[in-house]
């Protein structure tokens, strides 16, 4: 036979709670519901309840069971008798058993950091992906505007002459560039030899940098690489991922006002990944090829940025400095 057992019932009405007694009421051979009754100085009272209508909230380490009630009311109870078959009570109290487990903690704990590895990992950069791609093209003009007085900042009018400014902007002509971006050539003045895409589809290219290559082929390759950069959307990528997590938060309620606020000096600061330099790498590779210019004009202008820069050399101040030999390895893969 069940039992009724005592419990501390809070009535909603008043905050001291009363020492009462809860007892099952049976339907078909079947607790539905119960009934609790109490008594003080006005007399004895009772309220019944069903079941169905408890919203349940399980015991945390010492504190008791409780069920909530929909008129305001809350039972806390020592023990779950078996009769008062609640939702999720078993799994509550497997929970409950797991996290008294020291296996089942460490299992926990490595599954935590698996997961914001992945969040890092994969979710932030998918999602950032998913967001540069869908800008309209109007809000990258904006941002590019913006980054790019910021680079006018940095740098200083050209010192070359005309004549061979006109010659760089020339070369740029000879690319299936869609879409068509604007060159610029500035003295990167403690830049150094540097070239580099914002996406108000303008492309930076440094004196330093024409000077330390001094070859037309190898200069277009550049243009062509920052040209794969726009056409991929990287600098915004990058940009947009060094939010971490904002851009998933931009990704669920879709407001980018705010991150649209960061993103300007962002777009000059953050840092492409290996993956989008070797992306952009194949897209000169393919344009030097459709022009009839071998891309190991690429490749041999990778070789003069690593002897000036050393092991990682590198052009761009938006770059993580991937493995020049890898960069060297497939531009030679693709001219063979």
């Known amino acids: 036979m069940a039992e009724a057992i005592n419990i501390r019932y809070f009535d909603g009405k008043i905050s001291k709670p009363h020492l009462a007694r809860l007892s099952p009421i049976f339907y078909q051979g079947q607790a539905d519901g ?76 490595i599954v935590v950091c698996l997961f914001v590895f992945g969040l890092f990992r994969y979710g932030i950069p ?111 990528e990058q940009a947009i991922s060094s939010l971490g997590l904002g851009v998933l938060i931009v990704i669920i309620t879709g407001d980018t006002s705010d991150i649209l606020l960061a993103l300007p000096t962002l777009l000059t600061s953050s840092h492409y990944s290996q993956k989008a330099e070797l992306e952009a790498d194949r897209f000169a590779i393919n344009e030097l090829t459709r022009l009839g210019i071998s891309p190991k004009h690429l490749a041999s202008f990778f070789e003069k940025m690593q002897k000036e820069h050393g092991e990682q050399g590198h052009w761009s101040i938006i770059s993580t400095h991937p493995d020049t030999n890898k960069r060297i390895e497939q531009v030679n893969q693709h001219s063979k």
């Open 34 to 109: 119960f009934v609790i009754t109490w008594q003080n100085k006005h007399g004895s009272h009772e309220q019944r309840y069903f079941i169905k209508d408890c919203e349940y909230l399980p015991a945390i380490d010492n504190s008791p069971h409780v069920l909530m009630f929909h008129d305001g009311a809350r039972a806390e109870l020592a023990v779950i008798p078996d009769w008062l078959t609640l939702d999720n009570k078993k799994l509550f109290g497997n929970i409950k058993k797991m996290e008294t487990r020291w296996s089942w903690i460490g299992t926990s704990l």
């Open 126 to 236: 998918t999602a950032s992906h998913h967001l540069a791609q869908s800008l309209p093209a109007d809000t990258l003009v904006r941002l590019g505007d913006q980054a790019e007085d910021y680079v006018m900042e940095l740098t200083l009018p050209s010192t070359l002459p005309q004549a061979r400014q006109d010659e760089i902007i020339s070369l740029y002509d000879k690319l299936d560039s869609n879409p068509k971006a604007k060159i610029l050539v500035r003295h990167g003045d403690s830049l150094g030899a540097n070239a580099f895409a914002i996406p108000n589809n303008t492309i930076v290219i440094t004196d330093e940098l024409i000077k330390l290559s001094d070859d037309n082929n190898e200069i277009l390759a550049v243009l062509a690489h920052e040209q794969g950069h726009l056409v991929h959307r990287h600098s915004l």
